[in-house]
């Protein structure tokens, strides 16, 4: 809004009339629009007749409340595998942004005091260590989803692991967001200014010490609105559940199309259930940006930043991208 | 791992069906989405609220119940998206122009989705103008679009390169999504045919899949930080 508003000055009343003519035209398209494109087409098909959208909108319908417990089922378990989902990218993710920043430390150190070969087996073991897990963070980053889970529903039962398909896909679901989660928070404790980090070397904290009870916390803070988008991304993603029928919302839909045979209202309802969920989560996210910006010391740290591309573009699929 | 020689020219079909639906979706999405951002920013009222309804509603809806609607609802209402046989172009992309359908309907939809986060991240780039720019110009006596023209649009460019690339790179792989939804031959389709209906081992079949999703994906992944560093060090 803020840049919008310095685009054009504050209209005078020419451009007041102006703006005013434009936006009942606009308006009077738009709504012709509307009805020639989507109104006049759904009608003629009898897309809005009330056999199709009874059983979702009208509590007198015979079929309501059933189709309703199914939604609720649906409901449930979207949210149960996304909250798994969740909870376990968020716990390996941290885990392995602690393991790559630990591994780049071991990198630079020189292991002196050792017995002459062991100071360059050690460098060459930690430089190897750093570089799989590297490789492996950039191939789950360039792997689709859809392709993660897919590879783990038919990879497992190969290897003889069979689960339910709500835990194909929670780790199909985890594999990836822990690699993005590990690099949201690995470039949040790399943009922190470095005076931190040695502050903490000088009062005599362990590397690790310092990246759980320094770093890692301001990460954690600077990098929340970047993690809430994420979460968004696991809630949305949930949804390719349908692909190793696991029964959550879409499934369910399918079902429920399969017996009313009404796609486009099931789907309407489970578009606009998906949208209320993510809309507030996504202005938790731009209510926390706005508390952490103002206040807190470390807006000053967030300020000079390179600002976080998810969070900037506050576009959801920015991070996943990289 | 012979799977791998042996069905090579099924792999590589996959990875060009995929390509070819990319640069399709990217294209119209770079168009839509920019109709979208020019939208959201115009002084006219409503089609600001049209502009920002539509990238509420894509941007909080899966890729999925985008793909169903397109997959369900086009037919439901009689379309088979014919307007989508672009004479010159379907002979160039030769999936536009078949009888089924489904890879229409699979570019509805990611063209559609991904427009919504184009347009957020051109409408980012005008954002990381300074104003004190945008405000020159006004005193300047520049009109809105010769202000967007000569001084806020070639900034913003800037700026928006990187999101821009990162959507893109997300749309490529949200295009595996297209397999599963009746379109026959892409990387996503191969992997499911390869180990299911014609029973070659899992992990040389996951192996190829994978390259051809990392061969998009990775190098424009490195493109785009490298591009970053530059324009860090630049600032």
Redesign the interface.
């Known amino acids: 809004m803020?840049?919008?508003a310095?685009?054009?000055?504050v209209?005078g009343p020419r451009q007041r009339r102006l703006?005013l003519i434009?936006?009942l035209v606009?308006?009077v398209l738009?709504l012709a629009g509307a009805y020639f494109l989507i109104y006049r087409?759904?009608h003629?098909?009898g897309?809005l007749s009330m056999d199709l959208w009874g059983p979702l909108i009208d509590p007198g319908n015979e079929n309501f409340s059933s189709v309703w417990d199914r939604i609720a089922v649906g409901v449930r378990h979207t949210l149960i595998a996304a909250a798994l989902a969740i909870v376990s990218s968020l716990a390996i993710g941290t885990l392995l942004a602690v393991l790559r920043l630990q591994l780049k430390e071991l990198g630079r150190r020189r292991f002196l005091g050792f017995a002459a070969p062991v100071p360059i087996l050690l460098r060459v073991l930690s430089a190897v260590l750093s570089a799989i897990t590297r490789v492996c963070v950039?191939?789950f980053?360039?792997?689709?989803?859809?392709?993660t889970i897919?590879?783990v529903a038919?990879?497992f039962p190969?290897f003889g692991i069979t689960l339910n398909t709500l835990w194909y896909l929670v780790i199909g679901l985890t594999v990836y967001n822990a690699v993005v989660i590990a690099e949201i928070l690995r470039s949040g404790m790399e943009g922190l200014p470095a005076g931190q980090r040695e502050a903490a070397a000088t009062i005599g904290m362990s590397p690790l010490q310092t990246t759980r009870m320094i770093l890692l916390p301001q990460a954690f803070r600077i990098m929340l609105p970047a993690l809430i988008s994420q979460l968004?991304v696991v809630l949305?993603?949930?949804?390719?559940g349908?692909?190793i029928s696991y029964e959550e919302l879409?499934n369910i839909?399918k079902q429920i199309?399969g017996v009313l045979g009404n796609?486009?209202q099931v789907?309407v309802v489970?578009?606009v259930l998906?949208?209320t969920v993510?809309?507030s989560l996504?202005k938790l996210a731009q209510y926390l940006q706005r508390r952490l910006a103002r206040g807190r010391k470390t807006a000053t740290i967030a300020a000079r930043l390179?600002p976080p591309?998810a969070a900037?573009?506050?576009?959801?699929?920015?991070?996943?991208?990289? | 791992v012979s799977v791998l020689i042996d069905k090579f020219d099924v792999f590589a079909g996959g990875f060009w069906l995929t390509l070819q639906a990319c640069v399709l979706a990217a294209i119209g999405a770079l168009v839509l989405g920019a109709v979208v951002a020019v939208l959201r920013?115009s002084?006219?009222?409503?089609?600001r609220a049209?502009g920002t309804a539509y990238v509420?509603?894509f941007?909080?809806?899966?890729?999925?119940?985008v793909m169903?609607?397109a997959a369900?609802?086009l037919p439901?209402?009689?379309?088979n998206a014919d307007f989508l046989r672009i004479p010159l172009l379907d002979s160039l992309f030769t999936r536009l122009g078949t009888d089924l359908p489904y890879f229409r309907f699979a570019l509805i939809a990611l063209v559609l989705y991904t427009a919504a986060?184009v347009c957020?991240?051109l409408r980012?780039g005008?954002?990381?103008?300074p104003?004190g720019q945008?405000?020159a110009a006004?005193s300047l006596g520049l009109?809105?679009g010769q202000?967007?023209r000569y001084v806020?649009l070639p900034q913003s460019w800037k700026a928006s390169v990187?999101?821009l690339?990162?959507?893109?790179?997300?749309m490529?792989?949200?295009?595996?999504?297209m397999g599963?939804f009746g379109v026959v031959g892409d990387l996503?389709q191969t992997?499911?045919q390869l180990?299911?209906a014609e029973g070659y081992a899992?992990?040389p079949v996951?192996i190829g899949?994978?390259i051809g999703?990392?061969i998009m994906?990775?190098p424009l992944?490195a493109f785009?930080?490298r591009i970053e560093r530059r324009q860090?060090m630049a600032?």
């Open positions: 803020s840049q919008q310095v685009l054009y000055d209209p703006t434009f936006s606009a308006v738009l087409p759904l003629a098909k897309q950039e191939v980053r360039g792997l689709p989803v859809v392709i897919f590879f038919r990879g190969e968004v949305k993603d949930t949804s390719l349908f692909i879409l839909g199309i796609p486009i789907y489970i578009a998906f949208i993510n809309y996504s390179p591309p900037t573009a506050a576009a959801d699929e920015v991070r996943v991208g990289r | 920013i002084p006219v009222p409503p089609l049209v509420t509603v941007r909080n809806m899966p890729l999925t119940v169903f609607f369900f609802g439901a209402i009689g379309s986060f957020e991240a980012s005008v954002n990381a103008v104003a945008a405000e006004r009109t809105f202000n967007l806020v990187v999101p690339g990162s959507v893109i790179i997300a490529i792989k949200n295009s595996a999504l599963f996503s992997a499911d180990t299911s899992f992990i996951a899949i994978s999703y990392l994906t990775v992944g785009l930080d860090a600032r």
